[in-house]
């Protein structure tokens, strides 16, 4: 898997883990349907690697990231968040050409809590970087499913990870 895919994949696992621990699971209550929804900005600090541009470079982000959040507790005490996001004002000038990106895209994310202890995330991200030029824009897409057992023990599947440069 390149660096950039790498990265999206732990800001995925990251962004699966920040949605259960910041939604009011105790606010919810098993025994009736109950639903939440959240709307956040979230900043965006980070540093990507992108391989279009000639020779390569980092590229710092910022800005940020709106998400959506909607969490629903069933009767049986099943607890389901799904999460939108979508960069704002997500900008980046690269370290040695001085090309400058803007963030776009979209990120749909579904974390199940089952009454057993079983949690599972899904996730399809699309993220793109786009700047001036041929070859500059940066596309990476992922899919992916991650299921935590009651013992703790993490499953991970990737089915689709692609970084590509248009």
């Excluded at 910041?22 to 919810?28: T, W």
Aim: charged fraction near 10%; include cysteine.
């Amino acid at each position: 898997m390149r660096h950039g895919a790498r990265r999206v994949l732990q800001v995925v696992v990251l962004s699966g883990v920040l949605l259960v621990a910041v939604m009011p699971l105790s606010a919810l209550t098993a025994g009736s349907e109950e639903s939440v929804t959240i709307t956040s900005e979230l900043p965006v600090d980070l540093t990507v690697w992108v391989a279009c541009t000639s020779p390569g470079e980092l590229v710092q982000l910022d800005g940020s990231l709106m998400a959506v959040t909607r969490q629903t507790t069933s009767d049986t005490g099943v607890v389901t968040t799904y999460a939108k996001y979508n960069p704002a004002n997500v900008t980046g000038v690269g370290s040695i050409t001085g090309t400058t990106f803007r963030g776009a895209g979209v990120s749909i994310s579904s974390v199940i809590q089952r009454s057993s202890g079983e949690t599972t995330l899904t996730s399809i991200e699309n993220f793109l970087l786009l700047a001036r030029g041929p070859g500059n824009n940066v596309t990476i897409h992922l899919n992916m499913a991650v299921t935590i057992a009651p013992d703790g023990s993490i499953t991970a599947r990737s089915t689709n990870a692609t970084t590509t440069c248009r």
